[in-house]
Each structure stands twice: as structure tokens, then as C-alpha cells.
């Protein structure tokens, strides 16, 4: 199978969307000629013009607003954000209109509006441009929040979030957005709400969450070499959240452990920890335990960022430690 870093696999589930569906448009900050920050959009303004890829000033209040209208009207506006950080300027928007909009209409009224853009730690961006901020978003009624991983699973999930009636985040991780991997040619989609099993196990399970999984995978790999078979899962989407496919394997490992770059105090690791016991108390034969970043902004230091980010040696610890329970 060919390979495509996850940043062309999106742009090709974007271009073939856009040629099939002229209701799709995408708006932001240099995703014009330029093709956006992280070439998000590279050739597609010479495919199909300056009103489909609409230049923005630095205005996301106004043109977040702007594309929930136009979501009302029937089209389907692509919002290329650049960084998760720079959205929350206009939370005004997605919390009290495109959130609640559906609900408010009686379903009346659509919101068939895709946002989506960079998240995550890393580069020395510091920290207004590192947030993740997803357990806010799965938090609030009305969005579906999808963060994939692989390149094969950001075109499947992309061509979904393209075709929802729903408000859709989709968030990239930055330090994945060049790393390549195996994309099927053709159209597919990947439904919201399935996680994938990224590696099979029996002594523990493992979830981690968008750029935790490769590192996560090769820990799994080397506690192989020592006779430890981990189960590794990567959610794909935190809204809705597939916690079958997490209880199903916890009741084969009576273990859980969940990974994940963002701050620990309500995140998305402690939904699962008190999902997991609420279902499944009586198939756990240890504690449930989380291994995140650090409570603290991101600094700009390389050695500090690395610092509250978790690494290899800390996963495969945490590995250990669970299984020492």
C-alpha cells in the first residue's frame, strides 16, 4: 500500500470532497495561495478558487460566527484554524451558537461545520500555540471531537467529519502531521464512536490518545521482548467516546492504564477510569491508573517542555508499576 504523511491524507479526502460537493468551502488564516500553515490546503486554491478558499484577517470570532451561518444556510464550511489555541477566541460562537443551534431548532436547523486544526506539545511553540484543550469540547453537548493518530485513520475520519450534520473539532497533533504511513487510494470513511485496536494483549490494557499512541506502541513492543503482552487502544474519537471496545478488552486483562499528553485534573483519562469502574469494577484486578502531562502552561524551554511531556521510559514505568499491583 502506498504511503502518505497524515497532512496528504487529509488534503486528499479534502480535495476529492470539495471536487464532488461544491456545498464545501474552507476559510482561515493563509490557506489561500499560501495553502495554509501546515499545507493543510496546498493546490486547492488553483483547483477551485478564491471563494472556496477564503483568506482570513485574525478575526476568528467573526469568521467562526460567519461559517455557523453559513452551516444554517445549508453549505458546508471547512474552518482551518491553524491552532487549537487561537479558536478559543471565538468560544462565544461554538459553545452558544454551534453547539446548541441543532437543539434549539428542534433540529430545524443544521451544523454541518468541520474545525479543525493543530493541537499538542512540541517544537518549542510555547504556550499559545501547544494547547489541546479536547476534554473541554467532549464535554459540552453538540460536538463530536476526533483526534486521530495514523495518516490511513485522518483521511477515514476527515471524509466522515466532511459528510456530518454535526459540528465536528478535528484535531491534529502537530508532531504527527509529517509522519507517514499506509493510506488505501479511493474514497472510505471511518465512523465516529469505533475505537482501533492498535495492538493485541492479554496482561494490560493500554488507551492512549493521539500522539501518546506511537509512543505507546513502541513501549509495547519492547515490554514484548520481556514477555509482557499489552493491549494497546487508540480511541480515534473522544466524542463519542467507544468505551465497549475499552471494557471488552479490560475484561480480558483485568488491567487498565491511559495515556495521554494533556493535564490530568477532569480529563479525558478520568471519564474512562470512572467509566471503566462503573461497568466493569468487577473485571479489574488492579487500580486504574493515568499517566499525563503536567499541570503547568507549556514552556518554551526545550528542555522544560520535555519535561511535562510523558516519554517512553515513563510509559514503560507506569507499564511496570500496573502490573506489579
Do not use: W
Not at 99 to 126: E, F, T, V
Not at 230 to 250: F, K
Not at 295 to 307: D, K
Amino acid at each position: 500500500m502506498r504511503e502518505l504523511t497524515y497532512v496528504e491524507a487529509t488534503l486528499e479526502a479534502l480535495d476529492g470532497a470539495m471536487a464532488r460537493d461544491p456545498s464545501i468551502f474552507v476559510v482561515g488564516e493563509g490557506i489561500g495561495e499560501r495553502g495554509g500553515n501546515f499545507n493543510t490546503t496546498v493546490g486547492l486554491y488553483d483547483k477551485y478558487g478564491p471563494e472556496r478558499l477564503c483568506d482570513t484577517p485574525i478575526s476568528e470570532r467573526g469568521f467562526v460566527g460567519m461559517c455557523a451561518g453559513a452551516a444554517m444556510t445549508g453549505t458546508r464550511p471547512v474552518v482551518d484554524f491553524m491552532f487549537l489555541d487561537f479558536i478559543l477566541d471565538a468560544f462565544g460562537e461554538l459553545v452558544n451558537q454551534i453547539a446548541k443551534m441543532q437543539y434549539m431548532s428542534s433540529g430545524r436547523l443544521k451544523m454541518p461545520i468541520l474545525l479543525r486544526g493543530a493541537i499538542g506539545i512540541g517544537h518549542s511553540a510555547a504556550t499559545h500555540h501547544s494547547g489541546s484543550y479536547y476534554p473541554i469540547f467532549a464535554h459540552l453537548p453538540g460536538f463530536r471531537v476526533v483526534v486521530p493518530a495514523i495518516p490511513s485513520d485522518a483521511k477515514g475520519l476527515f471524509t466522515t467529519a466532511l459528510q456530518s450534520d454535526d459540528p465536528v473539532l478535528f484535531l491534529e497533533h502537530k508532531s504527527l502531521l509529517f509522519n507517514r504511513g499506509a493510506v488505501p487510494e479511493g474514497d472510505y470513511a471511518i465512523p465516529f464512536g469505533q475505537a482501533r485496536i492498535a495492538r493485541a494483549g492479554t496482561d494490560c490494557t493500554l488507551v492512549a490518545i493521539g500522539s501518546m499512541v506511537d509512543k505507546t506502541l513502541a513501549v509495547c513492543e519492547k515490554l514484548a521482548e520481556d514477555g509482557i503482552s499489552a493491549e494497546l487502544i487508540d480511541p480515534r474519537t473522544i466524542a463519542p467516546l467507544d468505551m465497549a471496545t475499552i471494557l471488552e478488552s479490560v475484561s480480558k486483562t483485568g488491567r487498565l492504564l491511559i495515556v495521554d499528553e494533556t493535564f490530568q485534573p477532569c480529563g479525558v483519562g478520568a471519564e474512562i477510569a470512572a467509566q471503566a469502574v462503573d461497568k466493569g469494577f468487577d473485571d479489574l484486578d488492579a487500580p486504574i491508573r493515568r499517566l499525563n502531562g503536567a499541570h503547568v502552561p507549556t514552556p518554551y524551554s526545550p528542555p522544560l517542555e520535555l519535561a511535562i511531556v510523558p516519554e517512553s521510559d515513563d510509559i514503560e514505568q507506569s507499564v511496570r508499576d500496573l502490573l506489579a499491583e
